[in-house]
């Protein structure tokens, strides 16, 4: 009984003297410098991860006015774009961050924007109340990158299968393919412009069915985000 626990103390003795010596060699291989040492080095030996796609999001005329506005017979507000807009845009950033993505949301005239480095940027705008159906995209007009132009044909490949929409080409005016975002962001950052349909005669599925309109824009994201070899 008592041998065991003179046994036992000694361990205890020889692993306290183990580490305070083990904790003595830290310290006095930080203090010399050594490579081996630093916080840097240890780091360095854990897994890391993969990164995590930036994706960013305006949601358009955020912070800025309403967008286009539709009324009823009467006068009364039906609709604001603005609205539409961030409806679809949480929605994208609730799929894009469950894929794993690092997903924000910009206003219109966001202060972030400026020289902007991000993996994709795609603006969400509705078009005007009048009776047309269709969504359109847009890329930057002056020299747009293959990365421009790769997430256009993700994209016009996605949203029409997601939504039942048409591409609606002839209605894609200066302000979208001379958007002022492209003018503002890194060269080097992906970006498109999407007018996800006319708030009248798309009402019905822009503001009855935001969540098939927000798998139609991740599913285009996704798409541009995956390997090469797997794009359209
Ligand atoms: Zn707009």
């Given at each position: 009984m008592r041998r065991d626990l003179l046994g036992r103390i000694?361990?205890?003795?020889?692993f306290v003297s183990l580490l305070l010596l083990l904790v003595i060699g830290v310290l006095g291989a930080q203090s010399a410098g050594l490579p081996w040492a630093s916080g840097e080095f240890l780091t360095g030996l854990l897994p890391?991860?993969?990164?995590?796609?930036?994706?960013?999001l305006i949601s358009g005329h955020a912070g800025n006015d309403s967008g286009a506005v539709c009324t009823d017979g009467a006068g009364d507000v039906t609709v604001m774009e603005a609205?539409?807009?961030a409806a679809v845009?949480?929605?994208v950033v609730e799929r894009?961050?469950?894929?794993?993505?690092?997903?924000?949301i910009f206003d219109e005239f966001d202060a972030r924007l400026d020289g902007l480095v991000a993996d994709v940027l795609v603006s969400l705008h509705a078009d005007s109340c009048v009776d047309y159906s269709g969504y359109?995209?847009?890329?930057r007009d002056n020299n747009p990158s293959p990365a421009d132009s790769q997430l256009l044909a993700c994209v016009d490949k996605a949203y029409p299968a997601a939504t039942g929409?048409?591409?609606?080409?002839?209605?894609i005016t200066r302000d979208m393919i001379d958007y002022h975002v492209f003018r503002k962001i890194d060269r080097s950052t992906p970006a498109l412009i999407l007018e996800l349909g006319f708030l009248g005669g798309d009402g019905p599925l822009l503001t009855g069915s935001p969540d098939r309109v927000a798998q139609g824009v991740a599913d285009g994201i996704e798409c541009f985000l995956k390997p090469a070899a797997e794009k359209p």
């Amino acid at each position: 009984m008592r041998r065991d626990l003179l046994g036992r103390i000694q361990q205890i003795i020889l692993f306290v003297s183990l580490l305070l010596l083990l904790v003595i060699g830290v310290l006095g291989a930080q203090s010399a410098g050594l490579p081996w040492a630093s916080g840097e080095f240890l780091t360095g030996l854990l897994p890391s991860l993969p990164d995590r796609p930036r994706v960013v999001l305006i949601s358009g005329h955020a912070g800025n006015d309403s967008g286009a506005v539709c009324t009823d017979g009467a006068g009364d507000v039906t609709v604001m774009e603005a609205d539409v807009n961030a409806a679809v845009a949480k929605r994208v950033v609730e799929r894009l961050g469950r894929a794993g993505n690092d997903v924000e949301i910009f206003d219109e005239f966001d202060a972030r924007l400026d020289g902007l480095v991000a993996d994709v940027l795609v603006s969400l705008h509705a078009d005007s109340c009048v009776d047309y159906s269709g969504y359109k995209a847009a890329h930057r007009d002056n020299n747009p990158s293959p990365a421009d132009s790769q997430l256009l044909a993700c994209v016009d490949k996605a949203y029409p299968a997601a939504t039942g929409l048409v591409y609606h080409p002839d209605t894609i005016t200066r302000d979208m393919i001379d958007y002022h975002v492209f003018r503002k962001i890194d060269r080097s950052t992906p970006a498109l412009i999407l007018e996800l349909g006319f708030l009248g005669g798309d009402g019905p599925l822009l503001t009855g069915s935001p969540d098939r309109v927000a798998q139609g824009v991740a599913d285009g994201i996704e798409c541009f985000l995956k390997p090469a070899a797997e794009k359209p």
